[in-house]
């Protein structure tokens, strides 16, 4: 049974920053994509960055802006998400997210897992 399970999240002052983790049971990485999304308030989920650990290759949405960094951890299943200088507007909750497509893992439509979602709240 596939599981992501995500930790990390919480209250930050803007500027601050968060590690988001997300370990994954039921798989190995080597076989998928894994990465996160985010839904703000009102808004849609949006891909920010996914990792294919199989081929070390790593993709960021515009949005991450820099700010944000993604490794992974083949022994541990795990995925992490370094964010960095917090704004208000990344205030949201995370997804950690699976699929099959490597070259589609920002694409909504493409994951074929989802966590539960954590929430990160930055406040102003």
């Known amino acids: 049974q596939v599981q992501l399970v995500e930790s990390g999240g919480g209250l930050v002052q803007a500027g601050g920053s968060l590690r988001l983790s997300c370990a994954a049971f039921?798989?190995?990485?080597?076989?998928?994509?894994i990465g996160w999304f985010r839904q703000a308030p009102g808004k849609e989920r949006e891909g920010i960055s996914c990792?294919?650990?199989?081929?070390?290759?790593?993709y960021y949405a515009d949005s991450a802006e820099g700010r944000i960094t993604i490794s992974s951890d083949n022994a541990k299943n795990s995925v992490y998400l370094q964010m960095n200088s917090l704004k208000p507007e990344d205030t949201a909750v995370y997804y950690c997210a699976v699929g099959s497509n490597f070259g589609d893992c920002l694409n909504y439509y493409a994951i074929d897992y989802w966590g539960e979602g954590i929430l990160v709240t930055v406040s102003s």
């Open positions: 990792i294919v650990p199989s081929i070390e290759k790593i």
């Open positions: 039921g798989f190995t990485l080597d076989n998928y994509a």
